[in-house]
């Protein structure tokens, strides 16, 4: 799962380093048997214009977008409390990581964040006991 760091990498042109490891990285995971995706909250989050848009437009369109139902907000919100984090600063990084919980299998968060993405997810994965990891890029 990209938040929204990881996903506006992908807007960048070819040639940025970190958008190349980003997609190594992908590659790696998509062989590895995981699911490449993005929240609908990430899809409003991130914004571009121009050529960067429409990369982003491509990318969104390769990747699968999942809804954010009311299960996964309940979720976000456990996880908030759980880890104690502010629901204004940290709710769309809840909302991400409780997005990638309700993969049945191992899920991977991708994302720049190291502050409180982690913690969420080990919040996740104490609640569902399947790892919830966190991949910083």
């Known amino acids: 799962m990209l938040d929204a760091q990881g996903f506006s990498l992908l807007a960048e042109e070819d ?12 590659k790696v995971y998509e062989r590895a048997g995981f699911i490449v995706g993005i929240s609908a909250v990430t899809v409003a989050e991130e914004r571009r214009t121009g050529t960067a848009g429409q990369r982003l437009d491509w990318w969104r369109s390769q990747l699968v977008r999942v809804p954010v139902s009311e299960p996964t907000a309940l979720l976000a919100r456990q996880l908030l409390e759980e880890t104690g984090l502010d629901g204004h600063r940290s709710v769309v990084g809840a909302l991400v990581v409780s997005t990638a919980a309700s993969s049945p299998d191992v899920a991977r968060v991708i994302s720049s964040d190291a502050s409180h993405i982690p913690k969420l997810c080990a ?7 399947i790892p919830v990891e966190f991949k910083q890029i």
């Open 15 to 26: 040639h940025h380093p970190r958008k190349r490891e980003l997609l190594a990285l992908l």
């Open 123 to 129: 919040a996740a994965t104490a609640f569902r006991r």
